[in-house]
């Protein structure tokens, strides 16, 4: 009797576009300034607490936010370039 065991891995259409994806954010990323880049690496893809990513940085939590919020805005101006770019 042959066992029916589903393949869940991504079709290579999907993982191309996963890794085109991964390449875009990373190019993104790497145009922001170094402190806001660590800021958001801490806060948003390290999943760090603001109070945490304002400790590990040395600096205020109000600091730590605005770094976040501007690296947020300038992140979504970039991928928004990328994204006319390809429309």
Do not use: W
């Not at 990513?53 to 770094?67: D, H, P």
């Amino acid at each position: 009797m042959p066992l029916d065991i589903p393949d869940l891995s991504l079709n290579p259409e999907d993982s191309c576009l996963r890794r085109e994806q991964e390449r875009i954010l990373s190019a993104a990323v790497n145009e922001l300034t170094p402190g806001t880049r660590k800021a958001i690496q801490l806060r948003e893809l390290d999943e760090r607490s603001t109070e945490e990513t304002a400790q590990v940085m040395g600096l205020s939590v109000g600091a730590v936010k605005a770094r976040v919020f501007h690296g947020r805005r300038k992140l979504r101006k970039t991928l928004q370039r990328y994204e006319s770019a390809v429309a």
